[in-house]
């Protein structure tokens, strides 16, 4: 019989080594049953940062503070940076412990030389590109024509930074303990691997229910309230039209309190007979301006028939120019932009538009495209069936306009760029977002050379434009489409393959507005866009998403007033501000 030396580890309970026989003790013949552990407690809230993570995380973070489209707010930079580091740490993590898998984890020693190296490089890093970021956003507003800022919003900067990231972090780790949890109850059942499958499934679908059902819905149902609230108020200085050329005003077939808020401001705001007077030097007449809400009747069909009655009952197709506005999601329509019409020709027109949601446009963008597809089939369609039957010889010119969401329907309204380019008289679309099936396939047969961000199209009356000054200067046929899309819209040039893939905006050719700093970097750009969105329209008049007074060399290029010229426009340009 031969001695067998059991070892017990000095991190177990002293009652269960004092069970493990002592080697001095002779052992019996009987097999020694060692007692079956429970699997070590692990850290997993509070473990320590992984070193590829930060490494990762630093170069991602410092990566933010590079320059996009668009300047942004301290704050807003803030989460940027923090999101962008939070990128860089999962896909270090998730790298570094793909590593460690297949060559098995590195040596204390140098662990710990990496650790110092990166606690070294870090600061360094961050004063360097805080720096950069700081002058690469003085430079990109002053080249929109921005004030600077403070300098002291770098520190706030780097607090919601961290914040952001640490918050992130800190989900991350709690979804990542329950599903720990989640596999040691399943290892009851299944083997350790299938084990950790089954909690990860487990906890990803309850953390995507509750992410879309809590989160999501709750976002879009308050939304959805607040809009309400808001569409049923009247904007100060709106008041009721005395006029009876307006809806909602004397004889009117449409109800004031049925045309929203955004409606009552459309019918209210057209500039006087003196103003239009003034500015034309001869006499003018009072606008036309007829508009339904969303309660003005029950169906998108009724709505737009009523506006076709409403017109016919004000002599809109007397008028010189009829125009087709498709709004935005709550209704809107820039005053700057059916002003500008109505100066250029005096008063002699008739400005139609009909409210189809009253959710701002990013709601109503994701929600359902469709709403804004049907609204504006069911108007254009009403308006264009009444006018196709008046004499060729002496019926209005048409004209349609569409302002971000509103071009994404009127491009489906028409499905094709031949059928857009015969639809009307003229179409004015600004700021066409990446979904708009049409602008889509003119960019993408534009001709060989041709910038992305300007493009060429032979063959067809289409001129695209990314400064409004360029169209007073062109040549040959007039345009019957023209899109206005400034090179620094984010509504423009955000889609989802910034995720992955160079944008062509940024290969070549850059426009004048985009800054020479600004690089792709992937993941990073994407979120850079993203939050461009969130203040576009916070910018000068000619970036961003903010169109306004350039809409009068747009209508001025497809459908000009006899004697029009480019003085007139800058006159116009200058008066609406």
Not at 64 to 87: C, D, E, H, K, N
Not at 160 to 180: E, N
Not at 356 to 380: H, K, N, Q, T
Request: glycine share 10%.
């Amino acid at each position: 019989m031969h001695r067998q030396v059991v070892s017990s580890p000095p991190s177990w309970p002293a009652a269960l080594r004092a069970r493990i026989p002592s080697p001095r003790r002779p052992l019996s013949d009987s097999p020694v049953v060692l007692p079956v552990l429970p699997p070590p407690r692990r850290r997993i809230v509070r473990t320590r940062l992984s070193l590829a993570g930060a490494g990762l995380a630093a170069v991602f973070y410092c990566l933010s503070f590079t320059p996009s489209l668009l300047p942004r707010a301290w704050f807003l930079q803030g989460v940027v940076a923090g999101i962008t580091a939070a990128m860089g740490y999962a896909t270090g993590a998730a790298a570094g412990a793909l590593v460690r898998r297949v060559r098995g984890p590195f040596g204390a020693g140098t662990t710990r030389i990496a650790w110092l190296l990166l606690a070294a490089a870090l600061p360094v890093l961050v004063a360097i590109f805080l720096w950069l970021g700081t002058r690469w956003q003085r430079d990109l507003r002053i080249r929109l024509g921005m004030p600077p800022v403070p300098e002291y919003d770098v520190a706030r900067t780097v607090g919601v930074s961290l914040l952001t990231f640490g918050t992130l972090l800190l989900i991350a780790r709690l979804l990542r303990l329950a599903t720990y949890g989640c596999a040691l109850l399943f290892r009851r059942v299944f083997p350790v691997t299938a084990a950790y499958c089954a909690g990860t499934l487990v906890v990803a679908v309850l953390a995507y229910g509750a992410f879309d059902g809590l989160l999501i819905a709750n976002l879009f149902a308050t939304a959805d309230r607040l809009a309400a609230v808001e569409n049923s108020g009247t904007g100060n200085g709106v008041t009721v039209p005395a006029s009876t050329l307006r809806s909602g005003g004397p004889r009117s077939l449409v109800p004031w309190d049925t045309l929203g808020r955004q409606g009552r401001a459309f019918v209210a705001g057209a500039p006087t007979g003196e103003q239009l007077t003034e500015f034309a030097g001869r006499p003018a007449v009072e606008p036309i301006r007829v508009y339904a809400g969303l309660t003005s009747a029950d169906t998108l069909e009724k709505r737009a028939e009523l506006v076709v009655r409403e017109m016919d009952r004000t002599g809109a197709f007397d008028r010189s120019v009829v125009a087709v506005f498709t709004p935005t999601g709550t209704g809107w329509v820039d005053n700057k932009v059916t002003r500008s019409l109505e100066y250029m020709y005096a008063g002699d027109t008739a400005l139609v538009s009909m409210q189809y949601s009253y959710l701002p446009s990013f709601f109503a963008f994701m929600g359902d495209r469709s709403e804004v597809a049907d609204a504006a089939d069911a108007l254009i369609g009403a308006v264009r069936e009444r006018w196709s039957r008046l004499p060729a010889a002496t019926r209005p010119r048409l004209l349609l306009f569409g302002e971000s969401l509103g071009t994404y329907g009127m491009e489906m309204t028409f499905g094709t760029p031949e059928r857009l380019v015969d639809g009307a008289d003229g179409a004015l679309l600004l700021g066409p977002t990446f979904a708009n099936p049409t602008h889509r396939v003119l960019t993408a047969g534009r001709e060989p050379g041709s910038p992305v961000w300007d493009p060429d199209y032979p063959g067809l009356a289409v001129e695209f434009a990314d400064d409004a000054a360029e169209l007073r200067d062109l040549t040959g046929p007039r345009p019957k489409v023209v899109y206005l899309q400034n090179a620094t819209d984010p509504v423009v040039w955000w889609s989802w393959d910034l995720l992955w893939k160079k944008p062509e905006w940024l290969v070549g050719k850059r426009a004048q507005d985009v800054t020479p700093d600004m690089h792709w970097y992937p993941g990073i750009t994407f979120w850079q866009i993203t939050c461009d969105l969130v203040f576009s329209n916070k910018v000068p008049t000619g970036h961003g998403h903010s169109y306004k007074s350039e809409t009068v060399d747009g209508w001025a290029a497809i459908a000009p007033p006899p004697g029009w010229t480019t003085q007139d426009s800058l006159r116009l340009r200058a008066l609406l501000g």
